[in-house]
């Protein structure tokens, strides 16, 4: 039995309902961080930083977005805020 055969099809909706609400607030907080950034800076990146920790994200997971983030700026000299989504 998968972990999600433990809720009934009512507590599988509450729950998915939860983590769209999660998921669009997350999104929200990072669309607002880049407002007006044209590139990904250090300013950018504290912040996202900040809003995946206060998110629940966990310092682990946050570390490997931030690195990939950081690698492909390293890679492409230049990432524009509205690649965020893809990186």
């Known amino acids: 039995m998968g972990f999600f055969g433990l809720f009934n099809k009512k507590k599988k909706e509450v729950l998915d ?33 900040e809003i995946l920790i206060t998110s629940d994200v966990g310092v682990d ?8 983030i950081e690698e492909r700026i390293a890679r492409d000299k230049y990432v524009s805020t509205s690649e965020l989504n893809s990186v």
Do not use: H
């Open 17 to 49: 309902k939860g983590l769209e609400t999660t998921k669009q607030s997350v999104f929200s907080k990072i669309t607002r961080a880049v407002a007006g950034k044209s590139k990904v800076d250090d300013e950018v990146l504290d912040n996202l930083e």
């Open 61 to 68: 997971t946050t570390v490997k977005i931030i690195q990939r």
